[in-house]
């Protein structure tokens, strides 16, 4: 930061450094950053392919590539840490903060309670962009307007989720070809060791893959959920049908009053991703639809559902272009410049991370099936 008179915080340009250079970071955060050198400057890039790590260095011209984690957080040069890669981030968050980074994490935190409750202390702010999406933050001020949760009679979440190949096929993404098998597998079969403590080490493929959809997708749902109503008391009912990953419904009571209901779907040649997450209170409705999370500017719709002073209908509907992703961008800008605390750190992860705990028991308890570890 400057001195008094030559730089304000809003004018303090972070240095960061990305960890992960796969789909997400090529789709998404190379084109913001890109555009927002205002605020970041990417000096050094992470990732397990050295093909993946130049191609986002050359295109954010950072000048440190890296394969290892332990090496870049070694070489320093910035003051804040991006963890974009897949899996769950519990290990290399600990290891950023461990180093007295700052951390902007992509969901989910991590696998495991354990992994949560390793972390030191430090600036940890997970990122769950429809959190900082505008027509979610005004659906929140008119319920607060209604009067808060206690107003809400449901919650009804709906997702229609094409394969990710169709959802990216207009970025070009390079691809990793350059990794060592061996050094993959040995992750894979750290990430079901992760699996099985949350779990049980005896829970069946089923459970396993429930739990994943839970807190590779659903979780986004489960973090809205958690904004406008608080995370569920419990979960009541988990059923899940069709090919795998297949369709799943959940429900339950929220924590003040009313249910909520969310219906996932895998649907592998849909034409486009689609969500809407609808709220229902006491005068009218609250509908969201969200577009495809990769579709930079692709306004969310809030419909909002009243009575005129007619006593006739009223369907209002609201919409802004600001991209979701870059205002959670620019929050961990104010996050890290002036202690600003975020939509969701870690505290917030380790609900969504029991939610999803609790999904996956519910369903084992219901199927007769085997569940142990942190869900039992």
């Not at 804040?80 to 769950?88: C, E, K, M, Q, T």
């Amino acid at each position: 930061m400057g001195h008094a008179g030559e730089t304000t915080l809003e004018e303090w340009v972070v240095k960061i450094a990305l960890v992960g250079c796969g789909a997400v970071t090529q789709a998404v955060y190379v084109p913001l950053l890109s555009r927002r050198r205002d605020v970041f400057e990417v000096t050094a890039v992470c990732d397990l392919s050295q093909t993946l790590a130049d191609t986002v260095a050359d295109r954010l011209g950072a000048p440190g590539r890296h394969t290892d984690l332990g090496h870049l957080l070694a070489a320093g040069g910035f003051e804040a840490v991006l963890i974009l890669a897949s899996g769950s981030h519990g290990e290399p968050v600990r290891q950023a903060l461990a180093a007295g980074y700052a951390v902007l994490c992509e969901k989910p935190l991590a696998l495991t309670r354990a992994e949560v409750a390793a972390l030191p202390e430090g600036r940890l702010m997970v990122g769950y962009m429809k959190q900082y999406d505008p027509a979610v933050r005004r659906a929140e001020e008119l319920l607060a307007e209604l009067g808060g949760p206690e107003k809400i009679r449901s919650i009804e979440v709906t997702v229609l989720h094409p394969s990710g190949e169709s959802q990216l096929a207009f970025a070009n993404l390079t691809q990793a070809r350059d990794v060592d098998p061996g050094l993959l597998a040995s992750l894979r079969e750290a990430e079901s060791g992760l699996v099985a403590q949350a779990l049980g080490a005896s829970a069946p493929e089923r459970v396993r893959a429930l739990y994943g959809v839970a807190l590779g997708s659903i979780c986004h749902d489960l973090s809205l959920l958690r904004r406008l109503s608080g995370s569920p008391a419990e979960v009541s009912h988990v059923e899940t049908w069709g090919p795998a990953p297949g369709s799943i419904e959940i429900s339950g009571p929220l924590r003040a009053g009313g249910r909520f209901e969310i219906r996932w779907h895998y649907l592998e040649d849909y034409p486009a991703y689609r969500e809407t997450v609808v709220v229902h209170h006491d005068r009218g409705s609250l509908e969201l639809t969200f577009p495809s999370p990769y579709l930079m500017n692709a306004p969310t719709t809030l419909t909002v559902v009243s009575r005129d002073d007619t006593g006739a209908e009223s369907r209002n509907e609201w919409r802004d272009v600001t991209e979701a992703f870059e205002v959670q961008l620019d929050a961990f800008h104010a996050f890290v410049t002036e202690g600003v605390p975020p939509r969701t750190d870690a505290a917030g992860a380790l609900e969504d991370i029991v939610t999803a705990q609790r999904i996956a028991a519910r369903y084992a308890v219901q199927h007769d099936l085997q569940i142990g570890g942190e869900a039992a």
